[in-house]
């Protein structure tokens, strides 16, 4: 519903942070991980999760793409709601959680608060098989083999400075959303697409 905002800091007193933009103020919660990169004042912009429960709305805010695709992966496993996540992200960065994961690291993910040890083992076997398709070698895309338009496209974009972790994910959906029947397309209408999407 909402992808970003961008407006002028107000306030940013952990985890909270108010952005004003048309003259109303939009309260987020973030993660100590975007909280600790914002800047004293001036305009921010946020990447946006609205989380809706029957009595509240409320806004998680993301300085990266990475941040809040780990902060949705997280909410996807049984037993852990979006304060649990958020915790998650406030405790590791981005690459220290996929790391955990991907060593099945149980007892690091287990020493969050908030989450014991049935919860570490959950988070790390449910998510273990996501994060490295998301986050696979430099010749895979989610997990995928690259052909060689995939391979120039995704190297173009990160040419352009965009990280290979945000190139890669628009270009995987990219290809998604040209299915099969489409047949391959060349790298720079892939590039092209892809931008639309970052």
Not at 118 to 141: H, N, Q
Not at 180 to 193: I, M, Q, W
């Amino acid at each position: 519903m909402y992808e970003h905002i961008r407006g002028t800091l107000v306030t940013a007193s952990y985890p909270h942070v108010v952005l004003e933009t048309g003259g109303v103020g939009y309260r987020f919660r973030v993660p100590l991980s975007t909280h600790s990169r914002l800047p004293a004042s001036g305009e921010v912009r946020l990447l946006c999760h609205l989380h809706v429960r029957e009595d509240e709305l409320t806004f998680f805010g993301f300085l990266t793409e990475e941040e809040r695709s780990l902060f949705e992966k997280l909410l996807q496993v049984g037993g852990v709601g979006p304060g649990t996540a958020l915790q998650v992200l406030s405790t590791f960065s981005p690459q220290e959680l996929q790391e955990s994961i991907l060593k099945e690291d149980f007892a690091r993910i287990g020493r969050v608060k908030g989450i014991g040890p049935k919860l570490a083992r959950r988070i790390v076997l449910e998510l273990k098989g996501l994060v490295r398709e998301l986050y696979g070698g430099d010749g895979e895309v989610f997990g995928k083999s690259l052909g060689p338009a995939e391979g120039e496209a995704l190297a173009a974009l990160q040419k352009l400075g965009y990280p290979r972790r945000a190139a890669a994910r628009a270009l995987e959906e990219t290809l998604l959303s040209r299915g099969d029947d489409k047949g391959p397309a060349p790298s720079e209408e892939l590039v092209l697409d892809a931008l639309r999407r970052l």
